[in-house]
């Protein structure tokens, strides 16, 4: 038997693990960006697919949140940075070896192409709508036309949005619960099936919805399969990922996880929208907030446990 | 040129003179240090064996902080030190989760801080405070590509660990043992 005691003399509670660094804005962002992600991949994916007028949710409607959705993202973002007056540094630079570099100029792209996607679709929710000077009907007329470009810039900009996010997490391999290459993936997963969930909520079409439910089963199944790959490799790894995955497997966030993420967030949402697809009368409000929400506390608890996941010495 | 430092861990008393030092020495503020003690008291009773380390950035060689920052801010200095320049710094925090050793601290000015073997006093031709200060003599700094070196001397002389050089980060504090 051995036993092991660290007494530490370290008189700062800010390097220590336990009072992780990255508090709620880091997930809420990556959450946001990730729904963000979602709606734009469907909606670049859409058009270039040339199928605009039997998906107009996917394609007109859900996008025009996405600028606002990105707005709260970046603010948050910007709430986490301790020097703020700074934040344009990242723009003097590109470092490919940083994740954090990538996302920033993604961003940069992605930002100001959902604000011309949402613009040239304003009509869409105010008919009316005039723009007011000249230069902005021209970019107007301009942009519709060169649609499919800008679709096909957005539907590839989007995914390294959406993978983006998980490998932020993935590339520190001072916290073994995120050194798994699997996060990528599995965030961007879960973008897009929140991406199909507020799709189905602005979506009016019967076949439409139909669609989008279809097409959330799957990403959710492919999640599922994503999650039960990570532990599996968690608990054929080190010491320091086996202690990483016990936080999710018995440890104390056992039953969040559990429950709201995979439960609430991905297995009841499934159900009820293969009943909805058996033809039984369930209202689309009920699973599109439940993927919501879980997509929401993966960012949580995967953003927390991880920092409480370290090297043991 | 390649600065390391290396600690005896059976000399060292754990009396925290170098955590005072250091924090006189670079105006660290209040509540914050840029290195500290560990105790690790190992085996059952009564056969109990104890190892006091003084522990600060390991200045890697590898270092997963470098790698990380999106401006550029953390970068490989002379000599292999890892400093981080404030005004570029935009206090993400990426750096700080990324290490290993839990060595950066969040300034409170806004950008992140850390230890930088004490290079503006070892250009001159000084030791770091933290290993000037050591009333036992336990730390030993220099240069590891000079054979001469104390650190060079020393580490031929004596059996050495580093932290978690499973992390892949090639650390260059070296724990005599």
Redesign the interface.
Known sequence: MREELIVSGRANPLIDPHLHIWHWQIPLYLFLGGLAAGILFFAGLYTIMGKEKSYPAAVRRAPLIVPFVLIIGLFALLLDLKHKLFFWRLYTTIRLESPMSWGAWVLMLVTPLSFIWAAIHIREIFPKWNWKFRILIILDEFFTSQKRTIAWVMTIASVILGVYTGILFSAFNARPLWNTSILGPLFLASGLSAGAAVIMLFSKDHHERTIFSKIDIVIIVVELFLIIHMFMGFLASTQVQIKAAELFLGGPYTASFWIFVVIMGMIIPAILEVLELKKFKIPILIPATLVLFGSLMLRFLISFAGQESRWLY | MRYAMAIDTKKCV?C?DC?VACQTENSVPV???RD??????????PQLEIEIRS?RCNQCDNS?CV???????SHYAEGGIVLVTP????????C?????Y?????HPD???DKCTFCIHRVKKGLEPACVAACPTKCMYFGDLDDPNSKVSEILKVRKYKT??P???TDPQLYFLI
């Open positions: 754990g925290s955590v509540g914050y240090c500290w003690v560990v105790e690790v008291t190992d085996g059952t009773y522990e997963p790698r990380c920052c999106p401006t550029g801010a005004n570029k710094c935009i206090g993400c925090g990426a700080i989760t990324s290490c290993p839990d060595a950066r601290y969040p806004g950008y992140v932290l978690i499973e992390a892949g």
